[in-house]
Nanobody, 120 residues
Framework: VQLVESGGGFVQIGGSLRLSCELSGGTFTYYSMGWFRQPPGKAREFVAGINWNGEMTEYTDSVEGRFTISRDNPKNTVYLQMNSLKPEDTAVYYC??????????????WGQGIQVTVSS
């Protein structure tokens, strides 16, 4: 089972970006999914989570109202729509499968990570 992120890059302050994460080699609906991020020089942190059918979501306080997690099960893909981006959102973003909550040990599979840089 493999997760591959896409959609990262450079964006200006206040801009938007949508990350995608596609699962291959497994059954996507078995997995609740989460997004994490690791800012430069800091520990990895939870960003958002979604349950297997998309009916439940969870966000860390710093992104609530700006970021939206969603999933398209027929496409085996989870998304993270990021709006009103700030410099402090700069990080390597990871998708992970196995839970929708903040505890990393609950997740079974991880993507390789993708860089998001927010700057003027």
């Amino acid at each position: 089972v493999q997760l591959v992120e896409s959609g990262g890059g450079f964006v200006q302050i206040g801009g938007s970006l949508r990350l995608s994460c596609e699962l291959s080699g497994g059954t996507f609906t078995y997995y609740s999914m989460g997004w994490f991020r690791q800012p430069p020089g800091k520990a990895r942190e939870f960003v958002a989570g979604i349950n297997w059918n998309g009916e439940m979501t969870e966000y860390t306080d710093s992104v609530e109202g700006r970021f939206t997690i969603s999933r398209d099960n027929p496409k085996n893909t989870v998304y993270l729509q990021m709006n009103s981006l700030k410099p402090e959102d700069t990080a390597v973003y990871y998708c992970a499968g196995g839970s929708m909550w903040a505890r990393e040990e609950l997740y079974k599979i991880w993507g390789q990570g993708i860089q998001v840089t927010v700057s003027s």
